[in-house]
Nanobody, 125 residues
Framework: QVQLVESGGGSVQAGGSLTLSCAAS????????MGWFRQAPGKEREGGAVIDSDSAAYADSVQGRFTISLDNFKRIVYLQMTNLRPEDPAMYYCASRGGRCDGTDLLRGDRFDSWGQGTQVPVSS
């Protein structure tokens, strides 16, 4: 059974940077699509970034500021966040599904069948 455990959340000022980690067990990055999603209070969940062994894709809201990456040896998915904005605070979730990522994954969190417990990222202005 796939287990995803996020870490790295914490308070940061607007304009600052933070890196989230997602440790994945019982999972091969080679055959799976990994994603970072976020949900702010009172808002719907939204996709931030997805990645597989070939490519990555980003939501417009984070493009150029966030970077998703894989450490295949450690089985960790990272989300490097820079230039954080007041609209970025949310609970950030790591997710996985079988198969390569495609262009709809950022909009289709329902396609992901394994989720972590989330890590909170508040941003102070």
């Amino acid at each position: 059974q796939v287990q995803l455990v996020e870490s790295g959340g914490g308070s940061v000022q607007a304009g600052g940077s933070l890196t989230l980690s997602c440790a994945a067990s019982e999972l091969s990055f080679r055959w799976n699509c990994m994603g970072w999603f976020r949900q702010a209070p009172g808002k719907e969940r939204e996709g931030g970034a997805v990645i597989d062994s070939d490519s990555a894709a980003y939501a417009d809201s984070v493009q150029g500021r966030f970077t998703i990456s894989l450490d295949n040896f450690k089985r960790i998915v990272y989300l490097q966040m820079t230039n954080l904005r007041p609209e970025d605070p949310a609970m950030y979730y790591c997710a996985s599904r079988g198969g390569r990522c495609d262009g709809t994954d950022l909009l289709r969190g329902d396609r992901f069948d394994s989720w972590g417990q989330g890590t909170q990222v508040p941003v102070s202005s």
